[in-house]
């Protein structure tokens, strides 16, 4: 296995399972079984790999979505993959367990204006366009609306994940993607 993969694959695995602030540079180093200079030749620093961190988390889910978005013909079914691709990552394995949204638990850990919660924010907001897009599918006369539907919804995938992760129970997730069915079918 190359020495980034190692470092990445390390650090990503005890970020979410530990916390970021709780898991230092020599942890991950002695973890993966690298020289300290290795992982300064890979990455310049911690906030470097956290960054990392969080494009990967973000990727990965995109990738479910992608996937799902494979048997998605209409708008509705666009909007409900998102739910779906959530539901997919929340039940993937983690070592300690399900935990909640990475993305959600490291913007957690760092001040309001930070990169890092900087960088969750514009994912966040990619996934809401996402369900903005597929809304103006389904009502273009009425983009507005779309727009507040889409605030809505996203903040019932959120809300949902965040609770599904608090107790670790990732079908709560169903229960908000219930409610957003509802919603499609009167529109």
């Not at 850990?109 to 389904?138: C, G, M, N, T, W």
Request: hydrophobic share 45%.
């Amino acid at each position: 296995m190359l020495i980034k993969q190692k470092i990445r694959d390390t650090a990503h695995c005890l970020f979410y399972n530990d916390g970021i602030h709780a898991t230092g540079i020599d942890r991950i180093i002695k973890q993966a079984g690298v020289a300290k200079q290795s992982f300064y030749n890979h990455f310049t620093s911690k906030h470097s790999l956290v960054m990392d961190y969080l494009d990967l988390r973000h990727q990965q889910w995109l990738d479910l979505y992608t996937a799902r978005l494979t048997v998605a013909n209409t708008p509705q079914e666009r909007i409900l993959a998102v739910y779906d691709a959530y539901q997919d990552h929340a039940e993937a394995h983690y070592l300690k367990g399900f935990r909640g949204c990475g993305l959600l638990n490291a913007a957690a850990e760092f001040p309001a204006d930070s990169p890092e919660r900087q960088q969750v924010s514009r994912y966040k907001a990619q996934i809401q366009q996402f369900i903005e897009h597929a809304l103006l599918d389904l009502i273009p006369d009425r983009p507005e609306f779309a727009a507040i539907l889409a605030y809505e919804f996203a903040f019932l995938l959120e809300g949902s994940i965040s609770l599904a992760g608090l107790a670790s129970r990732p079908a709560l997730i169903q229960l908000a993607k219930h409610s957003v069915t509802q919603r499609l079918e009167v529109l």
